[in-house]
Structure formats: C-alpha cells, structure tokens
C-alpha cells in the first residue's frame, strides 16, 4: 500500500510527547490519507497525556483547540492538533502495568471513531496499531463502522452523512451492514442540527461525486428538508463538471432539485440548511436564469450581467453548461475580455456628472440608466462628451 511519511515538524511533537514519557500516536484522517499515499489535509496527534501536560511540553506553543481536550500545537508556523486520548485511565491501584495501560487508552481512543479506516494510528518510529481492521479496509476500498453500525448511528447521526461524503470523496464502497445500519437509523437524521448537515452536504457536493447526495436522498436522510419526489441522479452528476466552488455548487444543486420537484424554491431549501444570504440570493437568480431563456444577443448577455452581476451570471452559465454540453462560459469571457459597459461604475459619466447639467434624484437616476442602456447597446459610443451632450440635449 501506498505510504507518505509525517512530515518532520509532526514528528518533532510526537517525539517531544514521547520523550515526556507520553505516548503518543497520529491518528484519524491524517493516517488514513497517509496509507493511500495522498496528502493529509491535517495532522491530528493522540496522547497519553492531559491538556494542561500538553501544554507543559509545549509551553510557548500551544492554545486550547475549539473542541474540549485539544490543544492547537504550534511548530515551524505550522498547527498540529494533540488531543488527549479519549479515555478513562484504569482504576488506581489496579496494578496494570504501564504498557498495558496506555494500549488499553489508545484502543479505547480508537474504538470512538467512526469507521475502520479512521481508527488507525502510527508511532513516531513507523508502527501502526490497527485494532479494527482499518489497513485491510483501506485496501478493499471499504468503509466500515467500528463497532456495531445501528448503535454507532443511533449514538451520533452525522456519522451517516460522513460515511457517505467520505465514498463521495475517496471513491469507496459503503459497506454492506454499515449501509444496512443507515438505513434502519435514517430517520435520526431529522435531528441534527441543519449546520452540520449543511457542512457535510457541502463537503460532498465539492467532491468528485456530487450525484452521491441522491443516496443521501434514497437512504431518507434528508427527508427533513426535501419534498418526496427525487432529483436526477445524472443531473446531479453533472455537478461535477462547475468549478469547485461551494456557491456554483449549492445553485447547480438548487436546479436539479428545483427541476424534479423536490424542492418548491431555493430560498426555502437553502434557509432550512442556514446557508448564508449571498448564497442563497445567488442559487435563486442563477435558477431563474436557468429556468428563463438564454439570451442570443451581445446586448441581452449585457443586460444579465447588468441585472444579476458578473459572478452570478458566470455560475449560471457554468451551470447550464455543465448541464447541456453548452460553451456558454466561453461567450461570457469573451464579452467580459471586450471590455463593453453593462453597469454604471463603467459609464463614462457619472452622478454629479448630472447633476453639473442640473439633473438630480430620479431624473439623474432614468438619465443614467438611459445612457448605460444606451452604451450597451453601442458599445463604442461610451465616452464622457458625447454622453454629456446626450444628456444635455434630452435634457433640453
Ligand atoms: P478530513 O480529511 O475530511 O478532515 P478526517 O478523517 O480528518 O477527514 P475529521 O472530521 O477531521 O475527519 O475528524 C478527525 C477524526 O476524528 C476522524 O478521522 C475520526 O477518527 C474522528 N471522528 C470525527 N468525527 C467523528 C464522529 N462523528 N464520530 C466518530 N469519530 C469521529
Ligand atoms: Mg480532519
């Protein structure tokens, strides 16, 4: 199996721990991308020891984690997460021996996790300790539960949404009693928070496989916030095809469940799953632009763009070309390359320009919008004496 090493600042907080007598042991995400030799996208250590004894190895680098028992280590200006290992310590006076002790916390810290392939960890000197089978899973690409999947599910939810963003991204196979025990726990997921569910929605509609949201919708995962028809798992598939950009997604994702009927309008959906206001004001105008037809001419792409901005109108016709094999974006650059006026920061008249010739309030207002339809429409004509004396000469 593939295999990256820990870079060296990671091996120096593991290595200080350890020679503090803590053990010490990178865990989680990190080992797992590790093992499929790709880069991890953080470097999370579990340790023997208690947040305030990380904090004494580490006295002029360290500050609380936003969770409860991490501490953020900084080295070289790079963060390492240390968490203490999530477990009871034995009995005083149980007689255990040290070793005995500190597997007994790592495997208890290990048996938390979610899924086989995320309850590994690995010493500073290369050993894996792999109590569920996480290395063979990894090997047969599968996604797993530690422990029993019903009760796993029934404890935290979210963990279904996380098995299926992580088959999203890493392109493995839920396995066949994890999948089972989603489907009889579906219906706890009406009681996460939306938050969570929006961030792990979003999580996979940024992966490569976007259409997984239609097994989030099959499984009934997110019968809390759809109506009963489904999308279109090709459409959904689609997704793919926009720019990694949660906006591009989230509106591309708003028409394919707009266009079933599993939604009755975006803003409903997204303000369920507390997406923010420019979210949501963007997923509405690109599905009306969706929804409308596309404009033929110079002149009509310049009035959406004077109507709904550059990034929006950009995003809509990323999305219809995503959707329709369509080179839509390509026009857009080359409208946008032209330099051509389509909004009245670009005009070259202004304001008090009028206001100079003695127009003010609504009147300037109907002038500029006059003269800004006036220069779309000829391009070449946008130059300040010429739409003075337009101006003056209406005015007249
Ligand atoms: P990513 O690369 O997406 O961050 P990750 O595996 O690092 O993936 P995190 O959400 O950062 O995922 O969590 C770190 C580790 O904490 C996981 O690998 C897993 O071991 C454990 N974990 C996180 N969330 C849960 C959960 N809900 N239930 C059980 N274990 C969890
Ligand atoms: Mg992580």
């Known amino acids: 199996m593939a295999s990256v090493k ?16 803590y053990p010490a042991y990178l865990a989680g995400g990190c080992v797992r991308d590790m093992l499929l030799g790709v880069r991890a996208q953080s470097w999370d250590i579990c340790t023997g020891a208690q947040p305030e004894q990380i904090a004494e190895v580490f006295p002029d680098a360290c500050r609380p984690g936003a969770r409860s028992g991490v501490v953020t280590v900084l080295i070289d200006s790079h963060e390492v997460s240390v968490t203490s290992f999530r477990s009871s310590s034995p009995e005083p006076g149980s007689g255990e021996p040290d070793l005995v002790r500190f597997i007994g916390d790592l495997t208890a810290d290990l048996s938390r996790r979610d899924f086989t392939m995320n309850a590994i960890a690995l010493s500073a000197d290369g050993m894996l300790a792999d109590p569920f089978g996480g290395v063979g ?30 088959s999203a991204r890493l392109g493995f196979t839920v396995d066949l009693f994890t999948m089972e025990g989603i489907r009889a726990r579906a219906s706890l ?18 992966t490569r496989s976007p259409e997984t949201v239609y ?91 004077r109507r709904y ?10 999305c219809r070309d995503a959707f329709t094999g369509g080179q839509e974006s390509l026009e857009l650059r080359r409208i946008l390359k032209s330099g051509e006026c389509f909004s009245l920061k670009h005009l070259a008249v202004s304001g008090s320009d009028l206001l100079a ?33 337009l101006a003056a000469g209406t005015e007249e």
């Open 6 to 21: 820990p870079p060296k600042h990671v091996r120096a907080v593991l290595v200080a721990l350890q020679g503090r007598g």
């Open 215 to 305: 097994s989030l919708v099959e499984l009934g995962l997110l019968t809390a916030y759809l109506l009963p028809a489904p999308p279109d798992p090709v459409l959904l598939h689609r997704l793919a095809l926009l720019p990694r950009r949660a906006q591009y997604r989230w509106a591309g994702l708003c028409h394919v469940l707009l266009t079933a009927g599993s939604i009755s309008s975006p803003e409903r959906f997204l303000s369920l799953l507390k997406l923010d206001h420019h979210t949501i004001r963007m997923a509405e105008d690109c599905c009306e632009m969706l929804a409308s037809e596309l404009p033929q001419s110079d002149l009509n792409k310049k009035r959406w763009l």
């Open 137 to 166: 899973d990894i090997r047969r690409q599968l996604i797993r539960c530690v422990g029993v999947p019903e009760e796993r599910f029934a404890e935290d939810p979210l963990r279904m949404f996380r098995a299926l963003r992580y």
């Open 189 to 206: 997921a009406a009681e996460l928070p939306a938050e969570s569910v929006r961030d792990e929605l979003e999580k996979t509609l940024l």
């Open 309 to 318: 901005g550059v990034e929006t109108v950009r995003c809509a016709l990323s």
């Open 357 to 389: 010739l003695g127009l003010h309030g609504r009147a300037a207002g109907e002038m500029l919008d006059f003269l800004l339809e006036y220069v779309m429409e000829y391009p070449g004509n946008n130059r300040r004496e010429l739409l003075l004396s």
